[in-house]
């Protein structure tokens, strides 16, 4: 049987991370197709490629060190995506992937980039309190109302407390909620251009040192004010 279609146990991923760890190179699983993937309060010596990767329940990383990149682009996720408190040292690439769930980057640090483009997630995705030290592209983001035991949960946005170093691009996104940037330090530019926004845009308290670009914006109410630059 090809490998690409045989489903990796826990015990399997494991193994390979290990065996990356001690070939000095990324663990690899692309393509491959895994029941979940969890890995609680580890340091994690190397770098995760799951790019085009089948993940048939959730991906829980919180609290885990990466020492490379954390790459799950064109990844199908069936469940959540937990990388709360997690601490990336490369990039966290999530391009093209499909997330059945929410997506959680609450307090985490990436010493890289995010790179979301085309990034489709049933829920929120929140980087509340998250630490970014370049940018964050999530162009042509779809963030989807989904239910989750009886219960509603839209597809906001939430980067309140967050800390971005770079850029924040959220061009032509469809968000099916709010956005919400309240009491966030961005070090450059925001640009949501084009951005489809069911609920509010709060900027209400950030601090955002670069340019600002609302056009050709549709949202419920963009509700703004920059003490620092008086608009």
């Given at each position: 049987m090809d490998n690409n279609f045989e489903k990796l146990t826990q015990a399997d991923i494991e193994r390979e991370i290990q065996t990356a760890i001690a070939q000095n190179r990324v663990a690899d699983f692309r393509g491959k197709t895994l029941s979940s993937f969890s890995i609680l309060t580890t340091d994690i010596k190397t770098g995760l490629n799951l790019e085009d990767a089948?993940?048939?329940?959730?991906?829980?990383?919180?609290?885990a060190t990466i020492e490379n990149n954390l790459n799950f682009k064109n990844a199908k996720i069936t469940g959540p995506l937990y990388l709360a408190e997690s601490h990336i040292k490369g990039d966290l690439i999530l391009e093209g992937a499909e997330v059945g769930g929410v997506i959680n980057l609450v307090g985490t640090t990436i010493e890289g980039n995010l790179f979301g483009s085309n990034l489709i997630t049933n829920?929120?995705?929140?980087?509340?309190?998250?630490?970014?030290?370049?940018?964050?592209?999530l162009n042509n983001l779809t963030t989807k109302i989904t239910n989750y035991e009886g219960l509603k949960i839209n597809g906001d946005i939430f980067f309140d407390f967050a800390q971005i170093a770079g850029s924040i691009n959220l061009k032509n996104a469809n968000i099916e909620g709010l956005i919400t940037f309240q009491n966030a330090g961005i070090e450059k530019d925001l640009d949501i251009e084009g951005a489809k926004i069911i609920g509010r845009i709060l900027l209400t308290t950030a601090?955002?040192?670069?340019?600002?670009?609302?056009?050709?914006?549709?949202?419920?109410?963009?509700?703004r004010y920059f003490e620092q630059q008086g608009l």
């Open positions: 089948k993940i048939l329940g959730p991906v829980t990383l919180g609290g829920g929120f995705l929140s980087l509340s309190k998250a630490t970014i030290r370049g940018d964050v592209v601090n955002i040192k670069g340019a600002i670009n609302l056009k050709d914006v549709e949202s419920g109410e963009i509700i």
